[in-house]
């Protein structure tokens, strides 16, 4: 214990005696006069007092210390500048810390630029491919796009071969094997080999051929367009973010392409299945406005929904939600969960459903979906809700914790099914309306199969209309026939009819399936 105080005790003094912001990586100048002064093309040492650098080893920087008077620096078994002389220059460590040079991961080895630096969606990303109608469904041209992602920490020391089989169960194995001879799998920029080990920094880009489900042909109306604000009636099915297997079909790159829009802030966020009011804000000040009515309830919220059986007149619901799967979107009535409180009104009522206003007080996620499931009156087309999967009650009064793995288990089972038979190229489609988590419950990794790895890591990047075409040999979507799904399979009987705040308000019209004579096909 002696010697290891004796050796950190002198260290420490220099530490305290020393310390300035910044100490981590160059000397303190402030307290010991001009350390360098800089001169017309070179650095020149200085010291104020009789001062001599030395290298901390548990620093990692140069610590500048005073000499003892009369004695000399034993300078043995200690790092030394390789230039340091009584005039000498900047330290290695300073040279590299200089402008040119400021990322820490550059001093390994040199990193691999993404494509393209820019933040949020510009006229270029909505120029990749069209969009055109077709049987009541707005559909994508088939696209070829680049996912680009850093290698994760977990993937250094494996093989190239070994991620792509392991971690990303979208294809078989035999399909990265064929897209890395056909170069569609690069690293750092170069063609790879299927034994490549990743390192530290290493850049991945995965070239696919990406088939869109589709959406609804409604278009995005515009309700009200201010300096400040822009305001649509969302249609249903269509996701507000890009998001899982949807790009151009959805809210943003809509209106970006239809309608100039960029760089828009939204205020709140529907379910994917959801249609309605959705409110844009055109900068920060107002978004951060709006934001502090809703974070502070200020912001009073109707929607709409048509519900199984006859509802009660009046009724209120505040039971707490607790998210099960984050990743499939699933949300139950649960003590665990967060606090939520929904009140609900009857409107009409034709024999067989009701027509339900709903008030939501808190914006958990699917929270009046939940609710109504809870009450013993889904909405009469929710696919996830009102799901056979949840038993003969469909989850009326709530599920017990032991049951809910049986019921995620037939949930999965049934998204399986409707997948093999139902709409073209919709894989990432868990049929749970959440904006956020389009996803299917197969999913391993997003980074370099899916536009989520595309946002955190990297940015995507699609080549140009001319290299477009309508078959690739190794797509296997472009071998798959599906059939279309009917604009009604797309829609969910949920509608944002109003937002009111202070000083603002902006409802649209009521869809059709909320009228009172109407009569489901």
């Known amino acids: 214990m002696g010697r290891i105080y004796a050796c950190l005790c002198p260290l420490w003094k220099v530490v305290s005696r020393s310390y300035r912001p910044g100490f981590g990586r160059t000397v303190s100048t402030t307290s010991i006069g001009n350390l360098y002064s800089r001169g017309p093309g070179k650095t020149t040492f200085t010291p104020a007092r009789n001062i001599t650098q030395r290298y901390s080893r548990s ?47 550059n001093y390994k080895h040199k990193v691999f630029e993404p494509t393209r630096k820019t933040v949020g969606f510009d006229q270029v990303m909505f120029n990749e491919t069209s969009s055109y109608i077709e049987n009541g469904l707005r559909k994508v041209q088939p696209y070829f796009f680049t996912f680009e992602a850093f290698a994760k920490g977990r993937w250094l020391g494996r093989t190239v071969m070994d991620i792509f089989s392991s971690e990303f169960r979208a294809h078989p194995p035999e399909h990265y094997e064929k897209a890395i001879k056909m170069g569609r799998l690069l690293l750092n920029g170069e063609c790879v080999k299927l034994d490549t080990v990743l390192k530290d920094n290493d850049f991945m880009q995965n070239t696919v051929h990406r088939h869109e489900p589709p959406v609804v042909a409604d278009p995005v109306q515009i309700v009200e367009e201010t300096d400040d604000l822009v305001v649509i009636n969302k249609p249903a099915s269509m996701p507000v973010h890009p998001c899982g297997g949807y790009r151009h079909n959805s809210v943003i790159f809509v209106l970006g392409k239809e309608h100039g829009f960029q760089n828009l802030h939204p205020i709140h966020r529907l379910d994917r299945l959801t249609s309605g009011i959705l409110i844009f804000a055109k900068n920060l000040s107002t978004k951060h406005r709006l934001d502090a009515q809703i974070k502070g309830r200020e912001v009073k919220k109707v929607y709409l929904a048509r519900v199984e059986g006859e509802f009660p007149e009046k009724v209120e619901c505040d039971k707490p939600i607790f998210a099960v799967k984050h990743k499939l979107g699933v949300c139950r009535v649960c003590p665990e969960g967060k606090s939520a409180k929904t009140s609900f009104e009857r409107v009409t009522f034709n024999g067989r459903s009701s027509v339900v206003r709903c008030f939501p007080e808190t914006g958990r996620m699917h929270q009046i979906r939940v609710h109504l499931q809870y009450l013993g009156h889904p909405i009469i087309n929710d696919p996830l809700y009102n799901s056979a999967a949840w038993g003969s009650k469909r989850g009326k009064g709530g ?61 995507g990047v699609t080549k140009s209309t001319d290299d477009l075409s309508s078959v690739d040999p190794i797509c296997d979507e472009c071998r798959v026939s599906r059939r279309d799904p009917t604009p009604k399979e797309l829609v969910m009987y949920l509608h944002a009819l109003s937002y009111e705040g202070e000083g603002w308000s902006f409802e649209t019209p009521p869809p059709k399936w909320a009228s009172e004579d109407w009569v489901e096909d």
């Not at 043995?76 to 500048?81: D, V, Y």
């Open 59 to 105: 620093f990692g920087s140069v610590v500048a210390m005073e000499e003892t008077p009369g004695k000399e620096e034993n300078t043995k078994g200690k790092r030394q500048p390789s230039n340091y002389t009584e005039q000498a220059g900047p330290s290695k460590r300073a040279r590299m810390d200089s402008p040119k040079d400021k990322s820490r991961h």
């Open 399 to 459: 599920i017990d914790s032991t049951s809910m793995n049986d019921i995620l288990g037939k949930l999965v089972t049934e998204e399986t099914e409707r997948q093999s038979s139902g709409p073209s190229g919709d894989s990432n489609s868990a049929q749970t309306g959440s904006s956020e988590s389009e996803h299917t419950p197969s999913e391993q990794s997003a980074d370099l199969d899916t536009e989520e790895g595309a946002k955190v890591k990297g940015q």
